[in-house]
């Protein structure tokens, strides 16, 4: 999710704690991103993984300039 352009327009899809994202809903995304973890913790629930993506959104447009330009 840091390697992605997060600024432009988003439609987050949030798959479930153990599957993730189905097949075919993916195969309908422009990109998939994913949550880096560490330690012994496999997987976020549902409204946690969409708050640490909500949070990289906000942090990413933060540092553009009001006109766009990365600062």
Known sequence: MYEKDLTGPIGLVIGN???GV???IKEQCDHNVSIPMKGEIGSLNASA???VLAYEIVRQRMRCSPSG???
């Open 17 to 19: 704690e153990g599957d």
């Open 22 to 24: 189905g097949r075919l």
């Open 49 to 51: 993984a969409a708050a």
């Open 69 to 71: 330009i990365r600062v």
